[in-house]
C-alpha cells in the first residue's frame, strides 16, 4: 500500500475527493449548547448557521486529542500503509497539529505531519496533492514535500459579514474588531502566515464578492490554478463567485470546488462566509 494520507474535518474537501484519493478525515469536535459532536459526522453545516444565526453564544470547538490521531495511525500502518503523511489546519489557528504531532512521536519516523498555514481547502488542496503523490508511488518524504510544495502554492481569501465571530473565538483582535463594527465596514480577511490577518474592507457584500474576485485573479498570476469557493449559508454568493472567476480566468481555470464550510470554521466566521481558494498549478517543466 501507497503512503497513507490524513487530514481534519476543516479540509471541507467534496466525499468524492475523499472517496477517490483514500483519504482519512479526523473530525474536530463542536459544541452547541451544550450538546458535543464531531464536524461532518454529526454536526453539520445547517447546525452551526442555524445556531450562530440565532446568536447563541455557546457554540466552541475543540482539536480531536492526541489519542484519536495515533489510533488513526496505527489502524492505517497496520492494515500495510508503508507510512502516513498528516497534512492539518494552521498551528495558528487550532492544537490540531499539536495534537497530531504528539501522536506522531509515539509512532517514530513512519508519520509525517504538515502545518497547512490555512483552512478550508487551502488544507485541502495540499492534502489532495499529498494523496496523488502516494497513489504515484512516492515515499514518505517525497509526499510530504508534495504537501508541502501545494502549501506554497495555495492562497485564501475570505469575506465576513462581521468580525464579531472572530474576535469572540479569539482569532483576531478586539481593535481590529471594533474597527470593523464602529464603520460599518465589511473585511476582506487573508491568512498569509497562518494567522487570520484584515487585508481590506468595503462596504457592501456586493464590494466585498468583487474584491474577492479581484484578489483571487491577482493570486493566480499567469499560471493555471484550480479554485475553492466555499461559503455557509450563502449559496448564491458562491455561486456569484463561481460565475465572475470562471469569466475573469477563462481557460487558466482547470477546475472549481464549492462546499459549505463546516461549522469549526462556521462557529469563528459567521453566516455570510464567502471564501476563495486559489491553488496555482505547476507548470509542466516544474511538474516533470
Not at 478525515?25 to 442555524?50: H, K, Y
Not at 489510533?71 to 498551528?91: C, F, I, N, Q
Not at 494523496?131 to 475570505?158: H, N, Y
Amino acid at each position: 500500500m501507497p503512503v497513507a494520507v490524513v487530514t481534519d474535518s476543516t479540509a471541507y474537501l467534496p466525499p468524492e475527493l475523499v472517496r477517490a484519493h483514500r483519504i482519512t478525515l479526523v473530525p474536530l469536535t463542536v459544541v452547541l449548547d451544550g450538546t458535543e459532536g464531531l464536524e461532518g459526522v454529526n454536526v453539520l453545516p445547517a447546525d452551526a448557521a442555524r445556531a450562530l444565526g440565532g446568536r447563541r453564544v455557546s457554540v466552541s470547538t475543540s482539536r480531536p486529542a492526541p489519542e484519536q490521531f495515533a489510533g488513526t495511525y496505527r489502524r492505517l500502518l497496520d492494515t500495510g500503509a508503508d507510512g502516513v503523511v498528516s497534512v492539518h489546519l494552521s498551528a495558528g489557528l487550532s492544537g490540531t497539529v499539536e495534537a497530531a504531532r504528539l501522536a506522531a512521536a509515539e509512532l517514530g519516523d513512519r508519520v509525517a505531519v504538515v502545518d497547512s498555514r490555512s483552512t478550508g481547502m487551502g488544507l485541502g488542496f495540499p492534502a489532495l496533492a499529498a494523496a496523488e503523490a502516494a497513489a504515484g508511488g512516492a515515499d514518505l518524504s517525497r509526499v510530504r514535500r508534495a504537501a508541502l510544495d501545494a502549501v506554497a502554492r495555495t492562497t485564501i481569501f475570505f469575506y465576513v459579514d462581521t468580525l464579531d465571530f472572530l474576535r469572540r473565538g479569539g482569532r483576531i483582535n478586539a481593535a481590529e474588531a471594533l474597527l470593523g463594527t464602529a464603520l460599518s465596514v465589511k473585511p476582506i480577511m487573508h491568512m498569509p502566515d497562518g494567522a487570520i490577518v484584515l487585508l481590506d474592507k468595503v462596504r457592501t457584500a456586493t464590494r466585498g464578492l468583487a474584491r474577492l474576485v479581484d484578489l483571487a485573479v491577482e493570486a493566480a498570476g499567469d499560471v493555471d490554478v484550480d479554485l475553492a469557493v466555499h461559503h455557509l449559508a450563502a449559496p448564491q454568493r458562491a455561486e456569484q463567485l463561481v460565475a465572475a472567476l470562471a469569466d475573469r480566468l477563462g481557460d487558466r481555470l482547470h477546475t472549481t470546488y464549492v462546499t459549505e464550510a463546516g461549522a469549526v470554521v462556521a462557529a469563528h466566521a459567521g453566516p455570510g462566509l464567502a471564501s476563495v481558494v486559489v491553488y496555482r498549478r505547476p507548470r509542466p517543466a516544474e511538474a516533470a
